[in-house]
């Protein structure tokens, strides 16, 4: 059985702690606590990403979580197409480094298309016999 919530957040700030705040309490909810941390912070990083380079002005982001078996998967819609990729920041930068960070706590990720427009960034995160309700 698949349980499945998402919630569409406006373009500004204050979102993405509102992103991260859904998470946990959709994770809560499912009874999945250990990796709890680690999708959150994949949340504030792919959200803020959304935020700041994925939407287009008047466009917000949407956060869908799902899971299935012993699988979360975490997906951040946004409105331009342009793909991320993880890089290496220098120890001086003061950004960049959010993709690689997601890429390293999850077990998979990758970056699709989404009509009609803009792109689904997901990763996906094995845990350990959540409840669904």
């Excluded at 012993?70 to 920041?89: K, M, T, Y």
């Excluded at 999850?106 to 960034?121: M, N, Q, T, Y």
Aim: proline content about 4%; overall charge neutral.
């Amino acid at each position: 059985m698949i349980e499945t919530a998402q919630r569409f957040f406006r373009a500004r700030p204050e979102s993405v702690g509102q992103a991260r705040k859904f998470a946990d309490e959709t994770l809560t909810g499912w009874g999945l606590p250990e990796r709890i941390d680690d999708i959150r912070l994949c949340v504030s990083e792919l959200a803020t990403n959304a935020l700041v380079h994925g939407t287009v002005s008047d466009h917000g982001f949407l956060v869908r979580l799902d899971i299935e078996d012993d699988i979360v998967r975490l997906e951040v819609h946004d409105s331009r197409r342009r793909r991320p990729r993880p890089r290496q920041a220098a120890s001086t930068d003061l950004s960049g480094r959010g993709l690689a960070l997601a890429a390293e706590l999850a077990d998979e990720w990758g970056v699709r298309d989404r009509a009609p427009l803009g792109k689904i960034v997901w990763s996906c995160f094995k845990v350990a016999g959540g409840t669904t309700t």
